[in-house]
């Protein structure tokens, strides 16, 4: 598919105005997703575990208007934010061309977070990709006969244009974003459900969030990024990641949680070694960051568990483990780990199957 196929035949409908209201869900990288080309292409494939209760719930209120502007207002938990309109005007602005209904409406976007907002959790993925269902349904109503597959094609295609990684948060389990030669319909424009077999360890697996610092991140993803342009490992690190997508796919297939937990962990430290060997370099990982690691690591030789960690770009630590041994892990969790958490907070989540409508 190419970006073509996204621009809408003339709306056969009209609409005066109405309401639409989606909730979206957040998704964790096990191959990561770090650097990109224009428009929001990525440099490598990159592979999400959606989760289930870490979401954005938005409802998008439009009524007809004349005038040929952008026009539209946010609120977040009733709050007016004026400070998200840049951003969003940003968004309208890159996707106009394939939604040209925009400036046809004035928009009221309300929109509310289930994890705290100052959780140091990215609400862009989960926020962005709400966004880009809510309008995919605005659309629907202009164009009715319009399939559900082309409209969750499209709802990614439209996120990723908001935040890459928020094209991985409208379907689940598993989801693929960038080409990977080994995985037919991988496409660097939407992500899309992970198409073979996945073992039953698999199902269910959770994801428990460890709030290690619940503040402003010093450097943002876009400044991250950005960074990885003339990075003197960019082009080692792209191709290691399509070798990492590969080398999970038969380890998804046989349950190997040995071999997931190596390939995940690895991926994780990658991602912040890029940080730290860009320049200017920085350092998203707090010292608590790295004392939940080495628990980790000491807990799974000692227990044989398996249970692994990964990270995001943030110092947060998601710790990844099979539904089998979640009372062993919560256990673990609370006894030695949420000391090292902010106000001993932590998230239980876990893998989800995707945006709904409301
Ligand atoms: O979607 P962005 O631009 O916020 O980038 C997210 C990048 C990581 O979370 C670090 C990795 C990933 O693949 O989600």
Redesign the pocket.
Known sequence: MTEQEFIPPSYTKTIENGKVSWESPS?I?LV???GKKADQIPENP?I?FTLNDCKTITMLKFSKKNDELFSFDVFLDGEKQNAFKPKIETFFKRIEVYLPFLKSFHFTIETKNTFPHSSGI?S??SGMSALALCLMSVEKQLLPDMDEAYFNKKASFLARLG????CRSIEGDLVVWGKHNDIEGSSDLFGFKYPYKVHENFKNFQDTILLVDKGQKQVS??VG?NLMYNHPFALQRFKQAHTNLGKLMPILETGDLKAFTDLVESEALT?HAMMMTSMPYFILMKPNTLEIINKIWAFGNETGLPVCFTL??GANVHVLYPESVTEQVLEFVKNELVVYCENRQYICDKIGFGAKQL
Not at 163 to 166: E, K, N, P, R
Request: no cysteine.
């Open positions: 998704n990288a990561k997703y770090w990159s999400s990215a862009s993925a935040s890459g990684s928020a993803s876009t990024h991602l995001d770009a």
